[in-house]
């Protein structure tokens, strides 16, 4: 198979179950309907955190017995399974349960192997072009399958049809992935394809000792941020009386803008620098919708601001976690990369939660404000200390 058209299928398969984290922004209208609140979302969501660590932790350990396009297959089996009890559940009871801690398990193996396979195929040089196409796709399932939800909702079927047609695409995705199997393990370099996975305590160590420890650690801020704002859109929406499909419409578009021209930059002279002024304009699109009240037209702006910032800037931040890494560790500094996304991702929703309903929503929008600002800084304070480096070396 030629290179560019197995890079497609495995773009296209990325895409497909990608759609399924998307679907965990509508869980606050699915389990309204059941009965619950913010608090029980949160909650769900911190049981798939913890199942999401573990798969993370031991997808190393998984992929060294079965490999890792086998155990790509086999997370969108996984997912499969946990929407279709999201779909079919009728309470807040042990199916939602169950559902969530599959969610957590298939979704860890999905997102944590799949950049350890591109990064097993591809060069240093060429990982932010890759990782900003396998972002694209990412995005684009994360983005559209809440308007997907939402075109459902509009022509008479409900929140749980949505659990059930990305049920089904996620079948369609293991199938590629087992399809193009063979192909992406004859492309892969011998030194990385013979390269354990499994994560150990003390690879653990030596990565946060390392020059990774930094983009591992605003990963993690990034992420919470993302969920703070992701998670719980309907509810800011609904409050202001807005459409959520046009927050992440937008969102999902510039997003896709960006990184198609991410896919032509390889980093630059100082690429903390460029993550640095997204991260504040992340910053700047949360304090933007503090004041923003029910304006459809700045909620637009919102939306393609947080597109520019967070959207822009992830792919760059994988690219400088496997570029910082110690050569030996790449694949697993790539899973604990993703092991501090998911802490963020799925846990933080649990306060964000108690935030909404104990305080309100505008304290949450500041909380998150505040860990973009942080975050950036981080990264403007790595580049300055690059730059000095170089300068040191020049001497």
Same mark, same amino acid.
Request: charged share 10%; aromatic share 12%.
């Given at each position: 198979?030629?290179?560019?058209?197995?890079?497609?299928l495995?773009y296209?398969?990325?895409?497909?179950?990608a759609?399924?984290?998307g679907l965990t922004f509508?869980?606050?209208?699915l389990?309204?309907?059941?009965?619950?609140?913010?608090?029980?979302v949160?909650?769900?969501?911190v049981?798939?955190?913890a199942t999401?660590?573990?798969?993370?932790?031991y997808?190393?350990?998984?992929?060294?017995?079965?490999?890792?396009?086998n155990?790509?297959?086999?997370? @969108?089996?996984?997912i499969?399974?946990?929407?279709?009890?999201f779909g079919v +559940?009728e309470g807040?009871?042990?199916? /939602?349960?169950i559902?969530?801690?599959?969610?957590?398990l @298939?979704?860890?193996?999905?997102?944590?192997?799949?950049?350890?396979?591109?990064s097993?195929?591809?060069?240093a040089?060429?990982?932010v072009?890759?990782?900003?196409?396998?972002?694209?796709?990412?995005?684009?399932?994360?983005?559209?399958s809440?308007?997907? +939800?939402?075109v459902?909702? +509009?022509?008479g079927?409900?929140?749980?049809h949505?659990?059930?047609?990305?049920?089904?695409?996620? /079948?369609?995705?293991?199938?590629?992935f087992?399809f193009?199997?063979?192909?992406?393990e004859s492309?892969?370099s011998?030194?990385t394809?013979?390269?354990p996975s499994?994560?150990?305590?003390?690879a653990?160590?030596?990565?946060f000792?390392?020059?990774?420890?930094?983009?591992?650690?605003m990963?993690c801020?990034?992420a919470?941020?993302?969920?703070?704002?992701?998670?719980?859109?309907?509810v800011?929406?609904d409050? !202001?009386?807005?459409?959520?499909?046009?927050?992440?419409?937008?969102?999902?578009?510039?997003?896709?803008?960006? !990184?198609?021209i991410?896919?032509?930059?390889?980093?630059?002279?100082?690429?903390?620098?460029?993550?640095?002024?997204?991260?504040?304009?992340?910053?700047?699109s949360? /304090?933007?919708f503090?004041f923003s009240?029910?304006?459809a037209?700045?909620?637009?702006?919102?939306?393609?601001?947080?597109? /520019?910032?967070?959207g822009?800037?992830?792919p760059?931040?994988v690219?400088?976690? +496997?570029n910082?890494?110690?050569?030996?560790?790449?694949?697993?500094?790539?899973?604990?990369?993703?092991l501090?996304?998911?802490?963020?991702?799925?846990?933080?929703?649990?306060?964000?939660?108690?935030?909404i309903?104990?305080?309100?929503?505008?304290?949450?929008?500041?909380?998150?404000?505040?860990l973009a600002?942080?975050?950036?800084?981080?990264a403007?304070?790595?580049?300055?200390?690059?730059?000095?480096?170089?300068?040191?070396s020049? !001497?």
């Amino acid at each position: 198979m030629k290179t560019p058209l197995l890079f497609s299928l495995f773009y296209l398969a990325t895409f497909l179950q990608a759609g399924t984290y998307g679907l965990t922004f509508l869980l606050p209208k699915l389990f309204e309907n059941l009965g619950g609140n913010e608090k029980h979302v949160g909650l769900m969501l911190v049981i798939t955190a913890a199942t999401t660590i573990v798969s993370v932790y031991y997808s190393g350990h998984i992929t060294d017995q079965i490999g890792r396009m086998n155990s790509l297959g086999a997370s @969108g089996v996984i997912i499969s399974i946990s929407l279709l009890l999201f779909g079919v +559940a009728e309470g807040l009871g042990l199916e /939602i349960v169950i559902a969530s801690t599959l969610l957590g398990l @298939g979704w860890g193996i999905f997102y944590t192997i799949g950049p350890v396979v591109l990064s097993s195929i591809t060069r240093a040089e060429q990982r932010v072009q890759i990782f900003s196409l396998n972002s694209i796709f990412i995005m684009a399932g994360f983005g559209l399958s809440p308007v997907f +939800a939402s075109v459902l909702e +509009a022509n008479g079927f409900t929140i749980s049809h949505a659990f059930h047609f990305m049920s089904a695409i996620c /079948i369609v995705s293991s199938c590629l992935f087992l399809f193009i199997k063979n192909n992406i393990e004859s492309k892969a370099s011998p030194n990385t394809a013979i390269l354990p996975s499994r994560l150990t305590i003390s690879a653990v160590t030596r990565i946060f000792v390392s020059r990774a420890r930094v983009p591992i650690t605003m990963v993690c801020l990034g992420a919470s941020v993302f969920a703070g704002m992701s998670n719980f859109q309907t509810v800011f929406a609904d409050a !202001r009386n807005l459409d959520y499909a046009n927050f992440f419409l937008s969102y999902t578009v510039t997003v896709i803008i960006c !990184r198609i021209i991410l896919t032509g930059f390889s980093g630059g002279k100082s690429p903390y620098s460029v993550i640095a002024i997204l991260q504040y304009t992340m910053a700047l699109s949360i /304090i933007v919708f503090v004041f923003s009240g029910s304006n459809a037209v700045l909620y637009i702006f919102v939306a393609i601001l947080f597109g /520019i910032g967070y959207g822009a800037s992830y792919p760059i931040l994988v690219a400088m976690a +496997a570029n910082d890494a110690n050569t030996e560790l790449v694949p697993q500094t790539l899973q604990l990369f993703a092991l501090t996304y998911f802490i963020g991702i799925f846990g933080f929703p649990l306060l964000a939660g108690w935030i909404i309903v104990e305080l309100n929503s505008t304290i949450l929008l500041l909380s998150i404000a505040i860990l973009a600002l942080i975050e950036a800084t981080m990264a403007l304070k790595r580049s300055i200390e690059n730059s000095q480096k170089v300068k040191s070396s020049s !001497r």
